[in-house]
């Protein structure tokens, strides 16, 4: 009879009291976490163009460089910054800012609208960081009919992507990880939550100075002074990981 007593009645209140105790060790660890910044680190960049330039989730702040001041229009999310593909670009964080320092790991994704695409040959570039020469880093764009991710002189020619609608949304993510001990970069790229290419690149972007060029949204630097390959359309939330983000997170971006 005791036996009986004990799982009808004390057993459930100490299972009870146990779980209780558990949820609170739980929640304890998360708020450790969150304060520690283990949990928020993931996101270092998020320009969102909710009229504004800001950078929403820390100091990469945009600055809008071309004929007039930004513009926005509707964006896949609220609004969307607008390029006009003649001059406009825009710039954010310092020389310095680099992804690739934390473990050689890193993420772009990015929202894009092109209404410049009808010609296979334009050459738009999206987002790039440059050496204070005008040379290569990263670059993401559509060149020559193609989807193109690129670190320094090592490309990777995304045909699989196909052509770029005009007037549509589309969703790019690039996520990367770096190996210092070979000088390779395994990368692995998605558009509107698909992978459509999977490689390794025999470079690495290396650590950014100081003086080295901004990252640029909407144009290639071809030197220290040359700008080309402008963007036509819009453009919305821009994020910038310190972490290769994995397929299942790239569905809920």
Not at 31 to 39: A, P, Q
Not at 116 to 129: E, F, L, R, V
Request: aromatic share 12%.
């Amino acid at each position: 009879e005791f036996l009986d007593i004990f799982e009808l009645l004390i057993l459930p209140f100490i299972n009870h009291i146990m779980a209780i105790k558990m949820k609170k060790v739980f929640c304890l660890l998360f708020c450790i976490l969150c304060s520690s910044g283990i949990l928020s680190a993931k996101l270092l960049t998020h320009l969102e163009f909710e009229e504004s330039l800001e950078d929403s989730v820390g100091d990469n702040n945009g600055t809008f460089k071309g004929s007039s001041s930004a513009t926005y229009q509707t964006g896949r999310n609220g609004k969307a910054l607008v390029f006009n593909g003649t001059s406009d670009y825009l710039e954010f964080g310092k020389g310095d800012f680099n992804p690739a320092q934390f473990g050689g790991r890193y993420s772009i994704s990015m929202w894009v609208l092109s209404t410049d695409q009808a010609s296979t040959s334009n050459n738009n570039c999206y987002i790039g960081k440059h050496t204070s020469s005008g040379n290569n880093a990263v670059l993401f764009g559509y060149y020559g009919g193609e989807l193109v991710f690129q670190i320094k002189n090592t490309v990777a020619h995304v045909s699989a992507a196909g052509n770029e609608p005009e007037n549509k949304w589309v969703h790019y993510v690039v996520s990367a990880i770096e190996d210092n001990n070979d000088g390779t970069t395994s990368v692995v790229i998605y558009k509107n939550g698909s992978q459509v290419w999977s490689g390794t690149l025999n470079d690495v972007a290396g650590d950014f100075e100081e003086d080295d060029k901004s990252w640029v949204l909407g144009m290639d630097w071809d030197s220290s002074t040359l700008k080309t390959d402008f963007f036509k359309g819009r453009m919305d939330n821009v994020r910038i990981y310190d972490w290769n983000i994995t397929a299942d997170e790239v569905k809920e971006l």
